[in-house]
Every structure is written in C-alpha cells, then in structure tokens.
C-alpha cells in the first residue's frame, strides 16, 4: 500500500512538472520565433519547416500506440475532416499567430490563446454541442467567463504600446494601426483554432487516434503551405533572408518540431491520465513564462494596463474552467438521456 502510494506521488510529481516544463518548451519557441521574424524569416518557411519536423517527430509515437486502430479503409469524409483541420490548425494558424507575434509582442501572442476555451464554448453552444441553460448558475458562469476573458483580451490590445517604453497614444500612426493588425491576426487566429478543435472533436468521435491525426493533419498543413508558398512567392526552400542561417533552422527543427512535437505528446498522455479540464489549468503558466523571458532578454516590458488585461483574462479561463468542472457530472447525466453524440461528449470532458 505504502509502495503504490509512492508510485502515484511520483506520477502526479511527473505529471505537474512535465506541464510547467511543456509550458516552458511553448514560451521558448514563442520567443524564438518571434527572434526569427525580426531577423527578416518568411512565416510561411516558418510554418513548413516547423510542421514537418513537428510531424516526423510525432509519426513514431504515432505507430507505436495508435496503429493497431488505424482503419483499413479510408473514408472521403475523413480527409475532407483532416483536409480542413491541415489548412485551420496548421496554415491558417499558424501563420496568423506567427504574423501577430511579429507585429505585437510574445508575451502578447502567448497570452490570446487563453481565449480559446471561451470561444470554444459560444461556437459550441451555437451548435448544440455545449450545454446552454440561462437559468443554469454554471451556463451564467461560463457566460460571465467568457465575456470577462473578451474584457482582458481587449484591455491587452489596447492599453500596450506598439513600443516597449512609450504610452500608445504617443507612438506613431504606423506603429498604431500596425500593432491592432497584429492583435486582430492574433485573436483570428485563436478563433480558427476553436473551430478547428471542434471539427477535432468530431472527428475522434469517429476515429480515436490523436497522435496519428496531429501527425497526419500537420503533415498535411506543412505540403499545403509549401504550395502556397511557392504560388504567391515562387519559392519553396529560401527561408526569406541571408540572416536565417543553418544553425537558426536547426533551431526550427529541434525547439519547433522536436521539443514541441514531445510537450504535445506528453500534453496527449496527460490528457489520458488526467483530463483536459487539468491540462488546461497550466495554459496561463505559457504566458507568464513569456513575460519574464521576454523582459528578460528582448527588455520588453508590458504596461500595467496590459498586465491587469492579462489578469483579467487568467480570471476568465478559470470561471469557465470551474464552470465546466462542475456541471461535467450532470452534463454527462444529460448526454447519456439525450443519447448524444460522442463528439459532443468529447467537447464537454
């Protein structure tokens, strides 16, 4: 008794650390690429490069715990399913968030995404595929999160400087409307991102292999974005300057292919182990990290208005997360009487 108690301490230490490290991992390519861009690299060589190490790193892990449920035949709906979440999750996403991390800051960049599991749940609802009760206290709660991470996201964009030290409305005009163009690509990238993940959820509710379609999916996205690529620009392999040099692309390959590859795999085990609503608790821990590593080593330094943003949309994510982990026994009472899909089971795990 004494040993498996140990065993189960040892795990959970595991599991916590490998979350605040994966978050680590995250902030660190966040900043990297955000380097990469201000040294003149292309985003859409960017999103290539980094998509397809991300893919060849995933494929083994792919075939060792999923293969056995691969399907014998392939259906067209399901590449029109992996098509769609290639070109959202991966070329549009991607290149979006890359775009507004460029034009903002990281810290910035790393913070919208915690606007998803908002945006998730008024799309979801849309659809019948959240639970939506007005007179629910847990419906209100969500409600209430979702409009108050809006409130943070807003906040963010508007109360930091385009420049690190002066107040916004003394920067100049381009940088102005420069800087809004980035935060209007950052939370339209996060939009695609909640779509994308619940076009996910549909399609594991048919197929349950979450490494094989990241693989496949981000494979997919890496081939299309060349294609893109070479029709708007004629190119395939030129990063896009003379600065980008081998050892910076070896930098894409191992940090935005390898690393992220296994904190998205170790996310995955997580998930299996402990629930999306746990894994999702650490998210803000990216944003935080990107703060201080940017203060760090770029001095950039975000102003009060944007921190209380920041707070602001933590405070957010969180009511919808209790939100979510409370009504989750009686959503499930619900699903099973209404004999609902398992996608949307899948959403509200």
Sequence with gaps: MLGQGRINLVEEVLIVGGLLLAQCVLS???????????????????????????????????????????????????????????????????????????????????????????????VAACFRME???????????????????????????????????????????????????GCFCLVAAVTIFALVTILQAVTLATLPVPLTMCCVTTAMGAALTALLRFILEGKFLDMGSPNIDATLVAGIVVLGGALVGASMVFQAWCLGKKGPLFVSVFGPVQTVCTVILSAALLRQVLSLGSLAGMVLMFSGLYIVLWAKNNESSADQDHLQAAGAHDAEKALLA
């Design 131 to 181: 639970r939506f009760q007005k007179a629910c206290k847990y419906t209100q709660a969500k409600i209430a999160g979702t409009v108050v991470c809006v409130a943070g996201a807003v906040a963010m964009s508007f109360l930091q400087s385009p420049s690190s030290s002066p107040p916004l409305a003394a920067a100049g005009g381009d940088d102005y409307y420069d800087w809004i163009l």
């Design 28 to 122: 660190s390519y966040v900043l990297f690429s955000h380097h990469l861009l201000a040294l003149g690299a292309d985003s859409l060589a960017v999103v290539v490069v980094a998509g397809a190490a991300y893919a060849a790193f995933c494929l083994p892990f792919a075939v060792a715990f999923e293969r056995k449920r691969w399907p014998s035949t392939i259906s067209g709906t399901l590449v029109v399913q992996y098509l769609l979440i290639a070109l959202g999750g991966t070329t549009a996403f991607q290149e979006l968030m890359l775009l507004g991390n460029k034009k903002t800051t990281p810290a910035i960049a790393s913070a919208m995404p915690n606007l998803i599991p908002g945006i998730i749940f008024v």
